[in-house]
Nanobody, 124 residues
Framework: QVQLVESGGGSVETGGSLRLSCLMS????????MGWFRQAPGKEREAVAT????????SYADSVKGRFTISQDNAKNTLYLQMNSLQPEDTGMYFC??????????????????WGQGTQVTVS
């Protein structure tokens, strides 16, 4: 089964940057839909960015376009989220997730079956 290990969260000042990493175990010979999601206090979990790891183009929430970049390093089995120009409204728990099913990749949390433990991002 798939296991996801996240790192890179923390506290930053407004306008700062963070880079989140998600290491995925298992066979990476085939492509997977992977994504970053976040959940702020009192809000539903929402998609931030998704990508198909074998040649697919990334998708972003409107709120992060131009500031966040999702990418992967297949040799390291690692998914990244580069977050720039962070604002207080970006604060929340960030989760890495994977959908083993055949694409197209969904943009809602319900599409994804395996999840990391989450890492806190706080912007103040």
């Amino acid at each position: 089964q798939v296991q996801l290990v996240e790192s890179g969260g923390g506290s930053v000042e407004t306008g700062g940057s963070l880079r989140l990493s998600c290491l995925m175990s298992g066979n990476t010979d085939t492509g997977y839909c992977m994504g970053w999601f976040r959940q702020a206090p009192g809000k539903e979990r929402e998609a931030v960015a998704t990508i198909f790891t074998k040649g697919g183009s990334p998708s972003y929430a409107d709120s992060v376009k131009g500031r966040f970049t999702i990418s992967q390093d297949n040799a390291k089995n690692t998914l990244y989220l580069q977050m720039n120009s962070l604002q207080p409204e970006d604060t929340g728990m960030y989760f890495c997730a994977v959908d083993i099913a055949t694409p197209p990749c969904g943009f809602g949390p319900s599409w994804y079956t395996y999840w990391g433990q989450g890492t806190q991002v706080t912007v103040s």
